[in-house]
């Protein structure tokens, strides 16, 4: 049987503590009395009342003083308060105190239930919220965000604390990481929570589309510019502009892009006026940025533009505590009957795998053992990491750098000596290949061009 909920009715007329008694008692209420402020104190003190009615004028404390004495003692229990009395000034005072509404007398006792119902229904939701942030404390989570490791609850601590802030943050990690997810919650635990969330994958749009989709373009400026179109800096203005990938986004633009973080102002293609916009930028990459500058592929200016917060996102392999509640969290997205789980040794052996695609390969392997296996609880042998779809420990970077022979050897051919074997482990299939090195497949194809291109010239 659900618990009635308690209400304390303070007011010095006794007459109307009974009208009201008896009103809420009906409404299946467990009613306490009070009649004055220090007895609605006393009796609080020693009660779970859950809202309190009260009269504003009464002999000694009144009841905004009675408000104020609560927030400071039990800021969850909400006060509606009635008075004869019914001024703007007052009305004012005891919202400004705290109060959670406010009814005059003479009032319909549909009015004052009305006013105790709502008071109930946001005690409830604040109760929710208070369990919610509990349990993110518990479970170590942040919106999407989930890990338990030391190096994910720092990333919680940070993201909270740049969240408040207007400066660029660049989001770095691997593919799979999980850094669009991060560029959401330090939006989303901000300040510009309630102003638009506008992404772009920087390799998803040629780069000949992509200054039209950032900036806009006027009417008429490029064939098949039928109409102006507003760009995403100015549907992002007063909110968070996401640039995921954006290492991968050509030196022309790069310099327009400099350009408006500087100025805080666009041009559209094509047009001759700018349009101030306030946005904040979080950028992200799983390129080396730094080497990109020394390869003269990455402006210097721009990534200090966007390098003001650092963040970094670790590969799933040097946390693998974070293992066990992520795959908890899939299974709960796709088993829906809630009925399938993994064994301790299952999971063991998820958490002692490499994972170069992160989080995102770990997703697809849960649901891939969902839905091939009927078992209830499923086991190691069912697991769909085999040798053909897994990850070739023998083909690690950690072997290339153990490697005496490439002492010396530049960067870049290390890189592309190490390209070259993951797609011959791989027997040329590019997607597994981006998969094994934690890059997009996109990318992968155009660092072959690239060099392809390099090697052409010089011939």
């Known amino acids: 049987m659900e618990q009635a909920h308690e209400i304390l009715i303070v007011d010095d007329d006794r007459a109307m503590r009974e009208m009201l008694s008896s009103l809420f008692s009906a409404r299946g209420f467990q009613v306490a009395e009070a009649a004055s402020g220090d007895q609605a104190l006393e009796t609080i003190a020693d009660s779970d009342v859950e809202v309190v009615l009260s009269d504003i004028r009464m002999p000694g404390r009144s009841g905004i003083d009675l408000v104020g004495e609560l927030r400071r003692l039990r800021p969850q229990t909400p006060v509606v308060l009635m008075t004869?009395?019914?001024?703007?000034?007052?009305?004012?005072?005891?919202?400004?105190v705290g109060a959670f509404d406010y009814i005059?007398?003479?009032?319909?006792?549909?009015?004052?239930?009305?006013?105790?119902?709502?008071?109930?229904?946001?005690?409830?939701?604040?109760?929710?919220?208070?369990?919610?942030?509990?349990?993110?404390?518990?479970?170590?989570?942040?919106?999407?965000?989930?890990?338990?490791?030391?190096?994910?609850?720092?990333?919680?601590?940070?993201?909270?604390?740049?969240?408040?802030s207007k400066s660029s943050v660049l989001v770095s990690g691997e593919s799979g990481t999980g850094k669009d997810l991060v560029a959401r919650a330090i939006h989303y635990h901000g300040v510009r929570a309630a102003q638009p969330f506008v992404p772009i994958n920087c390799t998803a749009i040629p780069e000949g589309l992509l200054e039209s989709e950032l900036f806009g373009h006027v009417r008429g400026a490029f064939t098949g510019a039928h109409a102006s179109r507003q760009g995403l800096f100015e549907k992002a203005d007063g909110g968070t502009l996401f640039l995921d990938e954006v290492g991968d986004m050509g030196m022309g633009l790069q310099s327009k892009l400099l350009r408006v973080l500087q100025d805080q102002e666009i041009r559209p293609v094509g047009g001759t006026?700018?349009?101030?916009?306030?946005?904040?930028?979080?950028?992200?990459?799983?390129?080396?940025?730094?080497?990109?500058i020394a390869d003269g592929r990455f402006?210097?200016?721009?990534?200090?533009r966007l390098n003001v917060i650092p963040l970094r996102i670790p590969p799933l392999r040097e946390r693998p505590d974070d293992i066990p509640p992520l795959v908890e969290a899939f299974l709960r997205k796709h088993a829906t009957d809630g009925k399938r789980w993994f064994s301790k040794?299952?999971?063991?052996?998820?958490?002692?795998?490499?994972?170069?695609?992160?989080?995102?390969?770990?997703?697809?392997?849960?649901?891939?053992?969902?839905?091939?296996?009927?078992?209830?609880?499923?086991?190691?042998?069912?697991?769909?990491?085999?040798?053909?779809?897994?990850?070739?420990?023998?083909?690690?970077?950690?072997?290339?750098?153990r490697n005496a022979a490439l002492r010396g050897v530049p960067l870049s051919e290390i890189e592309h000596r190490y390209v070259t074997e993951v797609l011959d482990v791989t027997g040329g299939n590019k997607v597994k290949a981006a998969r094994i090195l934690g890059i997009d497949r996109k990318t992968l194809y155009r660092r072959a061009e690239r060099r392809a291109a390099r090697q052409q010239s010089a011939s």
């Open 299 to 304: 402006r210097e200016d721009l990534f200090y």
């Open 273 to 292: 006026k700018t349009t101030k916009v306030d946005v904040r930028i979080v950028a992200a990459t799983n390129q080396d940025l730094e080497q990109a």
């Open 345 to 401: 040794e299952a999971l063991d052996r998820l958490s002692a795998y490499a994972w170069r695609g992160n989080a995102r390969e770990l997703e697809n392997v849960v649901e891939r053992a969902l839905a091939l296996t009927d078992s209830t609880c499923i086991l190691p042998e069912e697991l769909p990491l085999a040798a053909g779809e897994g990850e070739p420990e023998e083909v690690t970077s950690e072997r290339y750098l």
């Open 84 to 96: 004869a009395f019914g001024t703007i000034g007052s009305a004012v005072e005891a919202m400004r």
């Open 104 to 164: 005059t007398k003479p009032f319909e006792p549909d009015a004052v239930a009305l006013a105790v119902d709502r008071a109930l229904e946001w005690r409830s939701l604040e109760e929710e919220n208070r369990r919610l942030r509990k349990a993110v404390d518990r479970t170590g989570s942040l919106g999407d965000l989930i890990g338990e490791s030391a190096a994910m609850r720092e990333i919680f601590a940070v993201i909270k604390r740049v969240a408040q």
